[in-house]
């Protein structure tokens, strides 16, 4: 007689779903397992997005269950079960609706070595995601609960030609009077040598930054050159002098997920030591940024912003218009003033202004109390002499996007923190983007849409397969968001930096044109973005949510273009060649293809 091996026997932690924690023979509320008002004795009870990877070794021959969505659901969840093994598609429910009867499952396993089962959300909301998996059995041996294949960290970007190459931004901003500080992001063989030509009164080239400060507005367009033994390149630079900083999305390194409160001067020296000497300066990333730290880890901050300065990086900082910091450090918290021309005096560029405690003091719960502290600090901001970049770290409430550039603010966080999402069945940083994602209307130069830092590489607790940091670094780069790297910059390897360090993927995030990329396409299995850029063509992204290899198409009639167009690579930096309709590739589990369609 064959073996039977119920579901709800196995070891159900490495079941990784949005919500709690699955159980056996209960909803995922503690509960018993209802659908449709029939209550089942086996079974288990998950949450969408769920994932349960099973390691069969070719033993087991059948599976056989009844999946819907849990009562609990209360009417409004909305569920996709799905199955795969070995990298095919074995079972789909469809769309299944609260309170429709349980659906059967036979699958033949014979064979198969890999299982996995699914469920994600169909449009009801993951607040309503109670998936059953009931009467679920397995025949013959016993599955063994195991995790996703291990992928290899693939190096996708080609390194860096030896012939210089200007990188960075097309476009910076500035106010008159104000002190100009822009270093020329350049690759190459070095020794290299810079100039620029038409560089207006006021401002002068020394090494590789320029530096002074313009009296009058307007715009003025620099041609820059950087020449080696192996050639020479040039691009055009336009400054614009006048009340609009952040043209494009500042790019940098904040410390807060590396090193938490416990950093000090030396580590801040240490990690502008690094955005030079890794290259990723070279690249345009910018500043480097003090997060919440007590005041005694840096006993001087202009020096420290001086050090930073003089390696033609800008210097960025925090607080809160609380009474305190989210660590309980103080906050500005009537110091707003005084505050403000202390960062001027330091030599501050970019000021991130975190809610934290405003909750203790704040005088109600309008609109218009939300956004009070940020008008003030905005305002004050704006009379010191120095361009301070202002972050509005207010976590989304009150719809901030809706009224932040109002009151100056360049850019503004629109969830809760990523690195507090739980790595589930997706990590984290999905559920932010897809969020993100929602409000490109909003963005534009000197005003972008925020959603946290980049939390790549060795960095805190944060642990995301390869394809997954691309997958990241794709979306942050497609949504015209800030690009700040948070992890820890001593311990930077290749395949950060050929993540962090690809010119093309940064030329759209930093395209002139400021547009944040839009959702073309979504389902539970994959979703497209496409974001227009200033010479024409359209930056497009293809992401793979499932956990199989996915063959995913765009067409052209989706992007609104008719006839042939060419298709490059940007992440390998290779043509594809030109296509009558659209374009289709094979993307591996959690990861993307990012492309440019002329």
């Known amino acids: 007689m064959s073996n039977l091996v119920w579901l709800d026997e196995l070891d159900l932690r490495g079941m990784k779903q949005g919500w709690l924690e699955a159980r056996s023979c209960r909803a995922v509320t503690g509960n018993p397992l209802r659908i449709a008002g029939r209550e089942y004795?086996?079974?288990?009870?998950?949450?969408?997005r769920s994932v349960y990877w099973l390691d069969l070794a070719g033993g087991a021959t059948r599976f056989t269950?009844?999946?819907?969505?849990?009562d609990a659901a209360e009417g409004v969840g909305t569920l996709i079960f799905k199955i795969y093994g070995d990298g095919r598609r074995f079972f789909d429910s469809g769309v299944l609706k609260s309170g429709q009867p349980a659906v059967p499952v036979d699958v033949d396993l014979r064979g198969v070595q890999k299982l996995v089962l699914t469920v994600n959300d169909a449009g009801g909301g993951v607040r309503f995601g109670h998936a059953n998996w009931v009467d679920a059995q397995f025949t013959g041996t016993r599955p063994q609960p195991t995790s996703a294949p291990v992928e290899p960290a693939e190096i996708r970007t080609p390194n860096p030609p030896a012939t210089p190459r200007l990188n960075g931004p097309p476009i910076v901003g500035c106010r008159p009077g104000n002190p100009f500080l822009y270093r020329i992001p350049c690759t190459g063989a070095r020794p290299l040598k810079l100039a620029v030509e038409n560089l207006p009164a006021g401002l002068k080239l020394e090494a590789n930054v320029i530096t002074g400060s313009l009296a009058e507005r307007g715009e003025y367009v620099v041609t820059?050159?950087?020449?080696?033994?192996?050639?020479?390149?040039?691009?055009?630079l336009k400054i614009v002098c006048g009340d609009t900083l952040a043209l494009t999305p500042p790019l940098g390194w904040n410390g807060w997920y590396a090193h938490g409160v416990k950093i000090a001067d030396a580590d801040m020296r240490a990690a502008a030591d690094a955005l030079v000497n890794s290259g990723m300066a070279d690249h345009g990333y910018t500043?480097?940024?003090?997060?919440?730290?007590?005041?005694?880890?840096?006993?001087?901050?202009?020096?420290?912003?001086?050090?930073?300065?003089?390696?033609?990086?800008?210097?960025?900082?925090?607080?809160?218009?609380?009474?305190?910091?989210?660590?309980?450090?103080?906050?500005?918290?009537?110091?707003?003033?005084e505050h403000a021309r202390q960062y001027a005096a330091w030599g501050v560029d970019f000021l991130k202004y975190d809610f934290c405690t405003y909750w203790n003091v704040m005088p109600g719960k309008s609109t218009e109390d939300f956004i009070a502290p940020y008008r003030q600090m905005g305002r004050?901001?704006?009379?010191?002499?120095r361009d301070i970049v202002f972050n509005l770290c207010q976590y989304g409430m009150a719809n901030v996007w809706e009224w932040a550039p109002g009151i100056g603010g360049h850019c503004w966080r629109t969830t809760g923190d990523v690195g507090l999402e739980p790595n589930a069945a997706l990590p984290g940083f999905y559920k932010v983007a897809l969020a993100n994602a929602a409000?490109?209307?909003?963005?534009?130069?000197?005003?972008?849409?925020?959603?946290?830092?980049?939390?790549?590489?060795?960095?805190?607790?944060?642990?995301?397969?390869?394809?997954?940091?691309?997958?990241?670094?794709?979306l942050w780069a497609l949504m015209a968001a800030p690009l700040f790297f948070g992890g820890d910059m001593r311990k930077?390897?290749?395949?950060?930096?050929?993540?962090?360090?690809?010119?093309?993927?940064?030329?759209?995030?930093?395209?002139?044109?400021?547009?944040?990329?839009?959702i073309v396409r979504?389902?539970?299995?994959?979703?497209?973005?496409?974001?227009?850029?200033?010479?024409?063509?359209?930056?497009?992204?293809?992401?793979?949510?499932?956990?199989?290899?996915?063959?995913?198409?765009?067409?052209?009639?989706?992007?609104?273009?008719?006839?042939?167009?060419?298709?490059r690579d940007l992440w390998r930096q290779t043509e594809l060649g030109v296509f009558a309709t659209g374009w289709e590739t094979m993307i591996g589990r959690h990861g993307v293809a990012v492309v440019s369609i002329t």
């Not at 004795?41 to 969408?48: E, M, Q």
């Not at 820059?224 to 055009?236: D, M, Y």
């Not at 003090?290 to 901050?301: E, H, I, K, Q």
């Not at 004050?380 to 002499?385: H, I, K, S, T």
């Open 41 to 48: 004795a086996r079974g288990v009870g998950t949450h969408a």
């Open 65 to 70: 269950a009844a999946v819907g969505v849990d």
């Open 224 to 236: 820059l050159r950087a020449g080696n033994s192996l050639g020479v390149a040039e691009r055009q």
């Open 287 to 337: 500043y480097c940024n003090l997060d919440d730290a007590p005041a005694a880890n840096f006993p001087d901050m202009k020096t420290l912003a001086d050090y930073i300065h003089a390696r033609g990086l800008k210097f960025g900082c925090y607080t809160s218009p609380g009474p305190q910091t989210c660590a309980g450090l103080p906050g500005s918290y009537q110091h707003e003033a």
């Open 380 to 385: 004050l901001l704006r009379e010191q002499l």
């Open 439 to 474: 409000l490109a209307e909003h963005a534009g130069p000197g005003r972008w849409n925020d959603p946290d830092y980049l939390l790549l590489g060795v960095c805190g607790d944060a642990h995301i397969t390869p394809n997954e940091q691309y997958s990241y670094m794709s």
């Open 492 to 518: 930077l390897d290749p395949f950060t930096l050929n993540i962090l360090c690809n010119h093309e993927i940064i030329a759209v995030n930093q395209d002139e044109l400021g547009r944040q990329a839009r």
């Open 522 to 567: 979504q389902c539970d299995e994959e979703f497209i973005l496409a974001k227009p850029l200033a010479a024409g063509s359209i930056a497009v992204g293809l992401f793979n949510l499932s956990e199989v290899v996915l063959p995913i198409r765009v067409s052209w009639e989706q992007l609104g273009l008719t006839g042939p167009r060419r298709v």
